[in-house]
C-alpha cells in the first residue's frame, strides 16, 4: 500500500489499483462522536450539506492511521483498514461472507452441524452460515421432532417470512391440494416461487418430523454450477438463459401470484444473482422465431443438466434433520414415495437473506 498526498490530491495504491480519495467522500466517513451517534452508528447530520468546494490540506500517514486536516480547520484519523475495505471491490461486496464452493454430485462430505440449544449466538451458528454461505445449503442434524418446532429455531436467526401457505408448511400427501407437493409423486429439481414479488424467498428449511418410507428421497442441485458449465461449453445457450424473461404465475381460489425473471440472473458485475427453474409455472412471451429456437434449444439443456446424476445429490432425510438451502442457488426435489409404507412428514418455512446476512455479520465480529 502506498499513500501519496500532492496538490490537495490523496492518492493510495492498493492491490495494484489506484485510487483517487475525494475530500467529500473522506468527510462523510470522518469519526467521532460529533458525526456518527455512538449507540446506532448512524450520522448525525446531511451528507448533503458538507461544502462542494472541500479541500485537503495536509494528509500524514502514521502507524495505520490516516491523518486529514480540511481547509476549513476540521481534522481527523481514519483507520486505513477500513478505507482499504471500500477500496476493494471484492470485500466491500461480499464482506464477511465466504467464497461461494460450486459442487456437482462428487461432493464427498455434507455440510452439516450439530443442533445446540440457544446456539444463535454461538460459533456454531457462525460455523453453520459460513457452510451455508459456500455451499448453498446444510444439514443440521439431532434437531427435536417437535410439531413447529422448526418455527421456534428458524426465529432465533430472523423473523420467518410469512407467505400466501401460511407461517410454515406441511409437506405431506393431501386430499385436492394446491401444489404438486402435497401429492407422493417425484418432484423434478425446482426452486420456489418464482412468481413471488420482489423475487422468490431467498432461502427454504425443511424439517423432517417423519419418514418412514422406502422412497421419498431428497435431491439439491446446485444451479450456478450448471451455470458454469453452460457458460464454458455453450455460450449461446448461456446468453439466451441469461437474457430471456420468462413470466411465472401461481394460481388458486384465493389468489393470482406473477412475477418475471431470467432462468439464471446475473447482477452487475456479471455474477450468479439467482437460478429459476419451476417448469409447472413458467411461461416464455411470444419472441421471434430464431430467438425461441435458441431459447427452447438451451432449456432443454438447462433441464438435462438438471436432471444428470453427474450433478445432483441424493439422499435420505432422517427424523430430526433439518435442510437449510439458498432457493436462488439450489434446486430441490424429491423422488417417487408410496403413502401407503407409512408416514412422511417435512415441515418447512422461509427466511431471507437479509436475516442470515445480518446475523453472519454480526457473529463475524465475535468469532472471526
Not at 92 to 121: C, D, H, I, T
Not at 125 to 146: A, H, Q, R, S
Request: hydrophobic share 35%; proline share 5%; net charge negative.
Amino acid at each position: 500500500m502506498d499513500v501519496q498526498f500532492q496538490n490537495n490530491a490523496l492518492s493510495v495504491n492498493y492491490h495494484n489499483k489506484s485510487y483517487q480519495l475525494h475530500p467529500v467522500w473522506l468527510r462523510e466517513r470522518l469519526p467521532g462522536e460529533e458525526y456518527f451517534d455512538v449507540d446506532t452508528h448512524q450520522r448525525l447530520y446531511e451528507p448533503s450539506s458538507i461544502d462542494l468546494n472541500l479541500e485537503i490540506k495536509a494528509a500524514t500517514l502514521s502507524d495505520h492511521l490516516l491523518n486529514i486536516e480540511f481547509n476549513d480547520g476540521v481534522k481527523g484519523s481514519y483507520n486505513m483498514d477500513d478505507l482499504l475495505i471500500e477500496m476493494d471491490d471484492e470485500k466491500n461486496k461480499r464482506g464477511p461472507l465466504p467464497k461461494r464452493v460450486l459442487w456437482n454430485s462428487s461432493l464427498g462430505q455434507f455440510p452439516e452441524a450439530q443442533f445446540e440449544e440457544g446456539m444463535s449466538e454461538k460459533k456454531s451458528m457462525y460455523d453453520l452460515l459460513i457452510n451455508f454461505y459456500k455451499y448453498g445449503f446444510v444439514i443440521i442434524k439431532n434437531v427435536p421432532t417437535e410439531d413447529k418446532y422448526l418455527l421456534k429455531f428458524v426465529n432465533s436467526i430472523g423473523p420467518v417470512k410469512n407467505t400466501n401457505f401460511g407461517e410454515y408448511f406441511d409437506v405431506m400427501s393431501k386430499p385436492n391440494p394446491n401444489d404438486l407437493a402435497y401429492k407422493p409423486i417425484a418432484l423434478p429439481p425446482h426452486t420456489d416461487n418464482p412468481y413471488r414479488k420482489p423475487t422468490a424467498p431467498g432461502i427454504q428449511f425443511l424439517h423432517c418430523l417423519q419418514n418412514e418410507v422406502s422412497g421419498g428421497f431428497s435431491t439439491l442441485v446446485d444451479g450456478f454450477a450448471v451455470a458454469e458449465h453452460i457458460k464454458k461449453h455453450d455460450p449461446e445457450a448461456f446468453q439466451s438463459l441469461t437474457s430471456t424473461n420468462l413470466r411465472y404465475q401461481f394460481q388458486d381460489k384465493d389468489i393470482i401470484l406473477e412475477n418475471w425473471g431470467e432462468l439464471i440472473e446475473l447482477d452487475n458485475d456479471g455474477d450468479y444473482k439467482q437460478v429459476r427453474y419451476s417448469t409447472r409455472v413458467d411461461y416464455v412471451p411470444p419472441l421471434d422465431t430464431e430467438k425461441l429456437n435458441t431459447f427452447y434449444r438451451s432449456r432443454k439443456l438447462l433441464s438435462e443438466l438438471y436432471s444428470a446424476s453427474d450433478f445432483e445429490l441424493k439422499f435420505k432425510l432422517q427424523p430430526g434433520d433439518i435442510m437449510m438451502f439458498d432457493n436462488h442457488r439450489l434446486l430441490h426435489g424429491r423422488t417417487a414415495y408410496d403413502s401407503n409404507e407409512g408416514m412422511r412428514h417435512l415441515q418447512g418455512c422461509y427466511l431471507e437473506f437479509d436475516a442470515t446476512d445480518g446475523k453472519l455479520r454480526h457473529l463475524a465480529r465475535k468469532f472471526k
